[in-house]
């Protein structure tokens, strides 16, 4: 009789779990089935769809998205001849504007009908992978990121210049000491491991300063934070936005690495406010006094909001400088004869006073943009939720809740904007290639239509 329950209560939990998991598909099913109602009743109008059908719009469209953009925003802007079109994601559509009326019109208008912070949550789940962080009231302007990077960076530069070298030769002399030794005393490292490594013992230096850049455990632990909230990022996209607020914050608390990082940040904050409070002298120059200098607001202000805020300026610093350092070496190492006149104009610009260093750099500049132009590191651009239904100068309808941004990719290779735009040309930005001493026409931090790596002109960054 014994056996006879024990094999019972046994067929029972397999059932059981077979119950469960056919609950679980149905579920996935019925989301399916209403993302699909959803974002056909959401959609467009006036602008062309490009992509799959929404039947398949949560899954299909963003797996092929994730795994092709570039080629099928290519195919949409082909096809849409400088019109809006959108393609279906996961619960709304991504309306691509490329005219540079139509980009005028998306950077006039408001964040509260256009919001770039509201597609940024979205996308980066910015409240549970930076730590808490979240845009609003506290910071409606972006007062405090704007005035460390524009104003109290800039004004440090000058003295932060010969520990940053000493960091960039620490990296190279260790990146080549662990390389893999080859012929003719080459050795053979990864790129994006180099670009990567170089990235963050520099950012570690300029946002957190000598204390925590010269602890090891620190800076790999802040590495882990960066590749773990990328990850935790990416999957959230392909599960229902209501799994958001358990999801995101498990795999960051499975990871280990953000709570770290804040035990770390949260002790050198609280050291940094007590030494200005105490009036002492020889406060660091580095992003947390910046960012403590900066905020003014008393919600702006706790040791939690200036560590949320450090977070966030630092996830930003080490996202898309080591992929753009990465292809820059690529190019150089297709491109090796233009070695030579990078190099000789920065020995030139060393030779002259140190209050002119780094100031006419035309030659590195227009590489350094042709290279972000040839491979930019995001698809994307400009990039704002709808947060009420918004029509443009043209006619086009964009219902509340999809996503507006510019395919900057596709723009950037567009011949009617740039000469053989297929062929990476580094001294393109040049204003005049027959005196390499000019200046140059564009530099690599310029504003300019057609370029949109530092978003539009009006908001940069944004």
């Not at 524009?150 to 000058?158: A, C, E, N, S, Y």
């Not at 953000?258 to 409070?277: H, I």
């Not at 029509?391 to 510019?406: E, L």
Request: glycine share 4%; hydrophobic share 40%; aromatic share 12%.
């Amino acid at each position: 009789m014994l056996t006879d329950i024990v094999w019972d209560l046994g067929a029972s939990a397999v059932n059981l779990r077979w119950y469960v998991f056919g609950a679980l598909i149905a579920t996935a099913i019925c989301q399916d089935v209403f993302n699909a109602a959803y974002l056909f009743w959401n959609r467009p109008r006036g602008i062309r769809i490009v992509g799959p059908s929404i039947l398949f719009g949560k899954w299909w469209s963003s797996l092929r998205f994730i795994i092709g953009a570039p080629q099928l925003i290519e195919k949409g802007y082909k096809q849409s001849n400088s019109a809006p079109f959108a393609i279906p994601a996961r619960e709304s559509y991504l309306v691509f504007v490329t005219s540079e009326e139509h980009v005028r019109e998306v950077e006039n208008s408001p964040q509260d009908r256009l919001s770039f912070h509201k597609a940024m949550e979205d996308r980066l789940k910015l409240k549970h992978t930076f730590n808490g962080f979240e845009t609003g009231p506290v910071d409606p302007h972006d007062s405090v990121p704007i005035r460390v990077l524009k104003t109290l960076l800039r004004m440090d530069i000058p003295q932060l210049r010969p520990k940053l070298q000493e960091r960039i030769e620490e990296t190279f002399d260790s990146c080549i000491s662990h390389g893999k030794p080859i012929l003719d005393g080459w050795t053979r490292i990864s790129a994006f491991h180099f670009a990567e490594e170089l990235s963050l013992r520099v950012n570690c230096r300029v946002i957190f300063g000598d204390n925590l850049a010269n602890n090891e455990d620190f800076v790999q632990v802040a590495q882990k934070y960066h590749r773990q909230a990328v990850v935790a990022m990416l999957t959230s996209h392909y599960l229902p936005n209501w799994t958001d607020e358990y999801a995101v914050p498990g795999m960051m608390a499975l990871g280990g690495a953000m709570k770290k990082v804040d035990n770390f940040l949260t002790a050198e904050v609280k050291r940094r406010l007590q030494d200005m409070q105490d009036g002492k002298k020889n406060i660091p120059r580095d992003g947390i006094t910046w960012v403590i200098e900066a905020s003014t607001g008393e919600k702006q202000q706790t040791v939690k909001r200036l560590v949320q805020q450090i977070f966030a300026i630092f996830f930003a610093s080490a996202h898309q400088l080591p992929v753009l350092l990465m292809f820059a070496m690529y190019r150089l190492c297709e491109h090796p004869q233009y070695m030579s006149p990078l190099t000789k104009e920065v020995e030139d610009m060393l030779r002259l006073p140190e209050a002119d260093h780094y100031k006419h750099l035309p030659l590195l500049e227009s590489f350094l943009r042709e290279a972000a132009r040839y491979d930019p590191l995001d698809s994307l651009s400009v990039q704002r939720k709808v947060l009420r239904d918004f029509t443009f100068s043209d006619g086009s309808y964009v219902p509340a809740g999809n996503v507006i941004c510019v395919p900057q990719q596709a723009v950037m290779r567009d011949a009617r904007y740039y000469d053989r735009p297929n062929e990476f040309l580094p001294f393109r930005f040049v204003a005049n290639q027959e005196e390499i001493d000019d200046v140059a026409n564009q530099k690599f931090t310029d504003l300019k239509p057609h370029f949109y790596l530092w978003g539009a002109a009006k908001n940069p960054w944004q």
